[in-house]
């Protein structure tokens, strides 16, 4: 069973109109995932006992001072050691994914700003099994930023319904709710991020399938201008099926990915 990452991690903010909120607006801080900024993204590690990389592309903009948008295409490659007949085991494209997202700013203090998320995810048909694994999702979602009152904490609750087509031919309907926190360690921007993620959907047999992710992600500035940044990944996931009486763990899907962005 592929798990589903329908995290809808925004990454757009509003723009301010005075000199000292447009000055902030140009500092690149991969930990604010309202923020619009463009960015290539790559890293590089292991999902399990699968070779995993991944390419993120994210451009960037404002429609108003005060609407922000992002477009996203993300891309994973990684092998498959445990593939069926007729599957591939080599590195290859193992899925897709196009996004679109929206921030207004709000005025609000606690709340600056809100948003909303278009999600489309496509898995190659050699990576999952014949008549048990998800051919698409669409998702669409909402996000907010929440201020917290500690400096270094930001907090963005993010939910979003989706619809998985399954490759053998049925489809399923679910919600995922999102907490990503963001927590700076330095004056400099390092970050650590603790990002829960809750999937609860209708499995390719329509029964009720959960699932629990558990994200984590630090980084710092590789270069002065901060244009380059280093980052380490560590994700475990839980999973609870239709003919399950719990949640369990799934040894085979913990992620260690390091990389690093690029800002332009």
């Known amino acids: 069973m592929n798990k589903i990452t329908l995290a809808t991690l925004v990454a757009l903010s509003a723009m301010s109109t005075s000199t000292m909120a447009a000055d902030e607006a140009e500092v690149n801080d991969p930990a ?3 923020r619009p900024q463009t960015f290539l993204k790559i890293d590089s590690g292991a999902k399990g006992k699968d070779g995993l990389t991944r390419v993120q592309l994210n451009m960037a903009g404002a429609w108003t001072e005060n609407i922000g948008y992002l477009g996203l295409v993300e891309g994973d490659l990684q092998t498959n050691l445990d593939a069926g007949e007729g599957q591939k085991k080599d590195f290859g494209l193992s899925r897709i994914r196009a996004r679109y997202f929206q921030v207004h700013n709000t005025g609000l203090d606690l709340m600056p700003e809100v948003g909303f998320s278009l999600d489309y995810i496509g898995y190659d048909k050699n990576w999952v099994a014949k008549n048990s694994g998800v051919k698409t999702t669409v998702a669409v979602g909402a996000v907010a ?15 979003t319904v989706m619809r998985n087509e399954y490759d053998n031919g049925k489809s399923g ?3 995922q709710a999102n907490w990503f926190n963001s927590l700076y360690l330095t004056e400099k921007g390092s970050y650590l991020q603790v990002n829960p993620q809750y999937s609860n959907y209708a499995d390719e047999t329509g029964k009720n399938a959960q699932a629990l992710e558990m994200h984590f992600e630090g ?3 590789l270069s002065q201008d901060g244009a380059v940044w280093g ?3 560590y994700s475990e996931h839980f999973f609870k ?8 763990h799934l040894d085979g899907n913990r992620e260690v990915r390091v990389g690093a962005t690029w800002f332009f």
Do not use: A
């Open 32 to 34: 604010d995932v309202t």
């Open 241 to 248: 099926g239709g003919n399950d009486s719990r949640m369990k």
């Open 219 to 221: 980084g710092i500035p």
């Open 173 to 175: 309907d679910g919600f």
């Open 145 to 159: 930023k929440v201020l917290t009152p500690w400096d270094n904490w930001v907090s963005y609750p993010n939910v």
């Open 231 to 233: 980052h380490v990944t």
